[in-house]
């Protein structure tokens, strides 16, 4: 499942996070840093560096509007968010096709993380720069993925995707991965369509007990699939 959620951070917030980055000076390194074996060979970026007090500072910003984002709550179903990180590509760089690592460490708990969600967070408009594309190949094709400033995108971690090249501009965002309470994509897809419904039909004051009844099943669903 991909899904889009507008307005992640609102103008402030971005206005924050932009002059930040803006301000990182050496703070800025070669992506190469956290790039596997397989993504080394074709990452071409720059990111902000893990431990610095400016990620720090940006990082608790996106966090904190994760938290109270229904949307994302819901669609993800959260157990574990590895601390979101901050990219540009100035022109002439790119991210070549790639699968995310499955395991990550937690950068301060030393923790395992699976992660069964890729997140991208436009952090910069996309008339700001030219290419600079997320693709992400799935079974059914080719998805081409540019938001506005403030805007994320989830995709499941177990595709292909790449960032193509920039050509004009620069191109800023915040990436992260979820480990979710649901790793399976199509049960975590169902999951997340039966809240939807019931969230609508909660709007409408359709019948109380069917409601119920299909509540009980979203929590039995969770219950049956969830790992905690
Ligand atoms: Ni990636």
Redesign the pocket.
Known sequence: MMLTIAHVLGPDQLAEVRALLAAAGDDWVDGHVTAGYQ?APVKHNQQIAEGSDVAARARFIVLAALERNPAFISGALPRQVYPPMFNRYHAGMA?GP?V?GSIRLHPQTGAKLRTDI?ATLFLNEPGDYDGGELQIMDSYGLHTVKLAAGDMVLYPATSL?QVTPVTRGTRLACFFWIESLIRDDARRSLVHDLDGAIQRLNQTGADRAARDTLVGCYHNLLRQWGET
């Open positions: 993504g991210f790639h995310d890729s995707h």
